[in-house]
C-alpha cells in the first residue's frame, strides 16, 4: 500500500490511514528496533507518528494514579451496529472548507483512534482504529477539565465552595500572584489575566515549563526552575484583567484542583472514583498522570476508555441523573448548558466557534441542537446535543494538537449527525 499525505498550515503528514501505528510498527518486537521504539527519555513520544502510539499507552511512560471503577456490575451497554452504523457511514456532509465528504471516510482524515454514538442512551455506532481496543483508555488531554471542573461546580451547588471567593482564601501561597485578587468563578470560566502561553506549535511557550514540573515531559539535565504543580503555580503573574475576557489557559484548572483536594482533602482520582466512575458503572478503570510529588494532573491528565467517557457524556445529556440517582445536580448542568457571555468568548479570536461561550470549563455552543462539549489537543471530543438526544466520544491523534486542525470536519460532521437523529 502507497503511502497518503494530508498538508495543515504547510506541513506535510503521513494522513490517517498510512500512520496507522499497527502498520508502522511501533514498539512491536521483543526488543522493538531501536527506530521503532518510543521512549519517555527522548521526548519525543508526543510527535507524530508516534503519537498514534502513545495515546492508548500513557500509563507506560508517565506515573499514573487509578481511578477505580468500584467493585459494582458495569452499566450495560449494548452493542452497536446494523441499519443505524450502516447510515451513519453514508451521511453526507459539507465540510468548512467547502468539500463534500461522507462521515465514514472522514473518520481518517481526522485521525480517529475511537468514537461512540448514543442516541437516547443506546450505542448505535462504535468504531475503533490503531491502538486503541474497547477495554483501553485512551488519553482524554483536557476533556479532564471538563470532569474535574463538573465536581467544582458541584462542590459549589453543595456549599462547599463559594465560586465568588476569592483564590487567597484558600490557597495563601498564591498571594501576590496572577490569583491574587482572581475569584474561583473566573477560573472556572477561564477569565483570567495571567502570563501564561499555551501555543503547542512554540517550544518557547509557558505550556511546556508547566509540563515539565508535572512530569509530563522529561527535565533535561540541569534544568531549573519548579519541579512539581504545587511549585510552578505560584511563580505565574497577571497579565490583563480578570473577568473581561476568555483566554484557555490549562494552569487555571491545575490551580482549581489544589482548591477542591485543599478543602476536601480528597485526591482527585477519589473524587472522580466515588462521584463518577463508580456510580455511573464503568466498566473499566481510569488513569490519571502525576507529577513528580503525587498529584493528578487536572488539567489534562486522564485516559479512559471510550465507553466509560461516553457514560459521563450521557450522565450530563440526562441532567446528571443516572439510573435513579442524581449524580450532578440538575442545577449544575442546567448552568453549563446556558453558557456564559460569547461576548468574552469572541474575544478571545476562535474564528471556527462563533457564537460559542465557556462555562465551567465546557466549550457551549449555543447551536440549535444545544450542544456543548468537552474538548482535548490532538482531536479529543465528547459532545453532547440534548434536543438530538446524541452524545458521540471520540479518540483521535491527530499530528496538530490545535482543534483548528480538526473542527472543519469534525464541527459540520457532529452537526449533521445531530440534525439527521433529531428528525427520528
Excluded at 468504531?127 to 474535574?148: D, E, M, N, W
Excluded at 480538526?406 to 449527525?417: G, W
Aim: hydrophobic share 40%.
Amino acid at each position: 500500500m502507497s503511502e497518503g499525505f494530508l498538508e495543515f498550515d504547510g506541513v506535510r503528514y503521513l494522513d490517517g490511514q498510512s500512520s496507522d501505528p499497527r502498520r508502522l510498527g511501533w514498539m512491536e518486537g521483543t526488543p522493538p528496533p531501536a527506530d521503532q521504539q518510543i521512549r519517555f527519555a527522548d521526548d519525543r513520544f508526543l510527535d507524530f507518528p508516534q503519537i498514534r502510539w502513545t495515546l492508548s499507552h500513557m500509563r507506560e511512560l508517565v506515573p499514573t494514579v487509578n481511578v477505580w471503577r468500584g467493585d459494582g456490575p458495569a452499566s450495560r451497554f449494548d452493542e452497536a451496529g446494523g441499519s443505524d452504523a450502516a447510515t451513519i457511514d453514508k451521511l453526507a456532509f459539507t465540510d468548512l472548507d467547502g468539500r463534500e465528504r461522507r462521515w465514514d471516510a472522514s473518520l481518517a482524515d481526522a485521525y480517529t483512534d475511537g468514537i461512540l454514538v448514543l442516541h437516547r442512551g443506546r450505542p448505535i455506532y462504535e468504531r475503533y482504529f490503531g491502538a486503541l481496543q474497547p477495554h483501553v483508555p485512551h488519553s482524554c488531554f483536557s476533556i479532564t477539565k471538563s470532569y474535574a471542573a463538573t465536581l467544582a461546580a458541584t462542590l459549589v451547588h453543595e456549599g462547599v465552595l463559594d465560586a465568588e471567593q476569592r483564590i487567597p482564601h484558600w490557597l495563601p501561597e498564591m498571594r501576590g500572584t496572577a490569583y491574587d485578587d482572581a475569584t474561583l468563578r473566573q477560573v472556572m470560566d477561564m477569565q483570567i489575566g495571567v502570563a501564561y502561553s499555551e501555543i503547542y506549535a512554540d517550544p518557547k511557550a509557558h505550556i511546556w515549563d508547566y509540563a515539565r514540573a508535572g512530569g509530563l515531559r522529561p527535565r533535561p539535565a540541569g534544568t531549573s526552575g519548579a519541579a512539581s504543580f504545587y511549585e510552578y503555580l505560584p511563580t505565574l503573574r497577571p497579565e490583563g484583567r480578570h473577568g473581561e475576557a476568555f483566554a484557555y489557559k490549562t494552569v487555571n484548572t491545575e490551580l482549581m484542583a489544589w482548591i477542591m483536594k485543599r478543602v476536601t482533602g480528597q485526591p482527585l482520582a477519589q473524587m472522580l472514583s466515588e462521584r463518577l466512575w463508580a456510580p455511573l458503572g464503568c466498566e473499566q478503570d481510569g488513569y490519571l498522570g502525576v507529577d513528580p510529588t503525587g498529584v493528578p494532573m487536572g488539567g489534562g491528565g486522564l485516559s479512559a476508555t471510550l465507553r466509560d467517557l461516553a457514560r459521563f457524556g450521557e450522565l450530563m445529556r440526562r441532567e446528571g441523573e443516572w439510573n435513579g440517582r442524581q449524580l450532578v445536580p440538575a442545577a449544575v448542568v442546567a448552568d453549563i448548558r446556558r453558557g456564559s457571555d460569547p461576548a468574552k468568548f469572541a474575544r478571545a479570536g476562535y474564528t471556527l466557534l462563533p457564537g460559542y461561550s465557556y462555562r465551567s470549563m465546557w466549550w457551549v455552543s449555543h447551536n440549535a441542537l444545544g450542544a456543548f462539549e468537552a474538548r482535548g489537543i490532538h482531536g479529543q471530543r465528547l459532545y453532547v446535543a440534548p434536543a438530538a438526544d446524541l452524545v458521540v466520544a471520540r479518540f483521535a491523534s491527530h499530528p496538530v494538537a490545535s482543534s483548528a486542525a480538526n473542527d472543519p470536519i469534525t464541527l459540520p460532521a457532529l452537526l449533521a449527525l445531530g440534525r439527521m437523529l433529531r428528525e427520528r
